[in-house]
């Protein structure tokens, strides 16, 4: 069972585009993250949110908890070539828990 | 960027021999995981490991062992592998296992079962 189904599945675009990644659940999580993976590497942590509602920017990439901590989004900013890469949300259920990783999204970013 | 070495970085091998694949980490973190990486399924959690000698199943553990004699090895073994094993294996390391903590992964392994 997939508890974190992310969205799209695939996305291509234009570089200057700007961009949404979903993070959905019907499971409450205590904490999320997103990792980015570049291909022939391992995931890479990009943020960790805690609170329902936070949002926490990363230069052209804004993440935001759902109020319910049940999802999450990553919105990317005049997308450029180095954006390019597979993006994972992940999610604690508790302290001590094993993370849950998502589907991912796979972003390529046409110059 | 984490110490953390996966040996081999690629494995070609056929249905029913014994893999053993290997983690090692310079960071002295407690917790090493084992996961594995297929299209449409993100990184499933195979088994982890609390400290030396303290491992525990993961969500897909069916078909693996693990063991960590030492703080900076993990190794992951797959017994008789089978075709619906061939993936990408991730190893990572994690100093705690709060909720905010990092997880820091190797740069993994492809292994292809014939």
């Known amino acids: 069972t997939q508890l974190l189904e992310q969205s799209p599945q695939f996305l291509s675009i234009q570089e200057g585009e700007n961009l949404t990644v979903y993070c959905n659940s019907s499971?409450?999580?205590?904490?999320l993250q997103w990792y980015r993976q570049e291909p022939g590497e391992g995931p890479v942590l990009l943020v960790t949110v805690v609170t329902g509602g936070e949002v926490k920017k990363l230069k052209r990439l804004t993440f935001q908890f759902g109020d319910a901590r049940k999802d999450s989004s990553l919105h990317i900013t005049a997308a450029q070539p180095g954006d390019t890469g597979l993006y994972l949300c992940a999610g604690l259920k508790s302290s001590g828990d094993k993370l849950t990783f998502g589907t991912g999204t796979r972003l390529a970013v046409r110059p | 960027d984490a110490g953390i070495t996966q040996s081999p970085r690629h494995k070609v091998t056929e249905t029913g021999t014994p893999v053993t694949l290997r983690c090692h980490q310079t960071?002295?973190?407690?917790?090493m995981y084992w996961y594995r990486q297929d299209p449409g399924h993100g990184l499933r959690l195979i088994h982890y490991s609390y400290g030396v000698k303290d491992t525990d199943k993961g969500e897909v553990s069916d078909g693996y062992s693990v063991s960590r004699s030492k703080t900076e090895d993990f190794l992951l073994t797959l017994e008789s592998a089978t075709s619906s094993q061939t993936s990408v294996y991730f190893c990572?390391?994690?100093?705690?296992?709060?909720?905010?903590?990092?997880?820091?992964f190797g740069p993994g392994t492809r292994l292809t079962v014939l």
């Open positions: 990572a390391i994690s100093k705690l296992a709060g909720l905010t903590d990092t997880q820091y």
């Open positions: 499971s409450v999580f205590s904490s």
């Open positions: 960071e002295n973190h407690r917790y």
